[in-house]
């Protein structure tokens, strides 16, 4: 796809990399110019900010640019829409993954006027993925960004309205309704809520990672492995499907990649690992990892340092870049205090209420709802959800089922 937008940056700059991250995950291709490194590049930017130089300078088809633009800023540039028709609906649903995507054509193909919110791209973490092979339906697999754009284009025919850029603050109840407020200061009402948000990955949290995120250390292979075309040697950091799957999506851009397994096995698929272990792979793997630290030089990655955990002996990476797939953590952040949630943070829903894992045992409750009546969760930000794209999918038809039920008694 032909990019018709340039961003102007550098490496260390954090807006820089938000913004990269933005364009990523919304499948917006652009050109990107370090002005560390291309002199012509710097002079442009100056040039454009009144002898300033600022980064991101973000340049458009029509010559129109923008300055260190917020997500916000950027979506509404780009036409995303931000904010809503209406300040009352039937169901919001929180979060445009799988889930929250499948529950959205169910209930609006019903009649429930449905709003949906998301604060980053649409199809989530699958949307960024890069194929999915255990999809049924797909028997040659098909790649995240067209599973994420043709369930979005589903939903849309359905009537649900979509905001995107949007991030949920607080969620909490209104005289009987339940209240979402959103980053830009505006509130909706709603009869149900659904949460759907994902989870995020996790890090290393080692010393010098914060250093080096965006300028080295990527969590998506999809969106920066491009960056590394020709490089030498890349690092994943871990030994799940993600791990593997996104080491071998690397190997198109590195003539090496090198896997880093904590534990003394690969925990991914078979299909996954004999790919792995291929006569052909260019992935080399190693057991045992642990990490200590990250390094780098003139702001850039330079170094993992890391021991084996069974001989206790140092040693130490010298990649051009990392990629980390070690987890997940549940993007609840805004639920925190208003619903049950088990100690890793998931959302209650359920039947968690009588088999011993809230501290109610005596509420009562439909399938995925949670412990707020009327607010449901389905999908990765569920306790004890399976973190797959198809039990996602279903997860979101079943809540959607739920839901209904719920507006039937309401």
């Not at 284009?153 to 995107?164: C, D, M, N, S, T």
């Not at 005289?175 to 149900?192: F, I, L, P």
């Not at 209650?348 to 209420?353: M, R």
Request: net charge negative.
């Amino acid at each position: 796809m032909e990019s018709k937008l340039t961003v102007y940056g550098a490496y260390w700059c954090p807006d820089c990399r938000r913004s990269k991250k933005f364009l990523g995950e919304n499948f917006i291709p652009f050109n990107w110019v370090d002005i560390e490194e291309d002199k012509e590049g710097e002079a442009f930017v100056i040039a454009k900010n009144g002898s300033k130089r600022i980064i991101p300078t973000i340049v458009f088809e029509d010559g129109s640019f923008l300055v260190e633009p917020s997500n916000a800023e950027l979506a509404k540039k780009l036409n995303l829409k931000t904010e809503a028709k209406k300040t009352y609906y039937d169901l919001i649903i929180i979060g445009g993954g799988p889930a929250g995507l499948t529950a959205s054509i169910y209930a609006a193909r019903e009649g429930a006027e449905t709003l949906l919110i998301e604060r980053s791209g649409l199809g989530g973490q699958a949307g960024i993925t890069v194929g999915l092979d255990n999809f049924p339906g797909f028997p040659e697999g098909i790649s995240g960004q067209e599973f994420a754009e043709r369930i979005t284009q589903q939903a849309k025919r359905f009537g649900v309205e979509i905001l995107q850029a949007q991030d949920v603050e607080k969620l909490e109840t209104d005289h009987g309704y339940n209240e979402v407020h959103t980053s830009d200061g505006k509130h909706y009402h709603a009869r149900a809520v659904l949460i759907a948000s994902g989870a995020s990955y996790r890090r290393l949290d080692v010393p010098g990672e914060d250093d080096y995120i965006g300028a080295g250390i990527h969590f998506c292979a999809t969106c920066d492995g491009p960056f590394y075309k020709g490089a030498k040697n890349i690092v994943v950091i871990g030994g799940g499907n993600s791990a593997c799957e996104e080491g071998l999506h690397l190997t198109n851009f590195a003539e090496q990649v090198t896997l880093l397994v904590r534990g003394d096995k690969l925990t991914a698929s078979q299909v996954a690992i004999d790919k792995i272990n291929e006569p052909a792979s260019r992935v080399k793997v190693k057991f045992n990892v642990a990490v200590d630290s990250v390094e780098g030089e003139n702001s850039k990655l330079k170094r993992i340092n890391f021991h084996d955990s069974v001989t206790g002996e140092k040693d130490h990476i010298d990649p051009e870049a990392a990629f980390v797939f070690i987890g997940q953590k549940p993007n609840t952040e805004f639920a925190r205090g208003t619903l049950e949630l088990d100690k890793y943070g998931f959302v209650l829903t359920g039947h968690d209420f009588s088999h011993g894992q809230s501290k109610d045992e005596h509420k009562e409750r439909l399938a995925f709802e949670t412990s707020m009546p009327g607010v449901f969760a389905a999908g990765d930000i569920r306790h004890d959800s399976t973190k797959q794209v198809a039990s996602a999918v279903g997860e979101g038809a079943a809540a959607a089922i739920s839901i209904r039920e719920f507006l039937k008694q309401s």
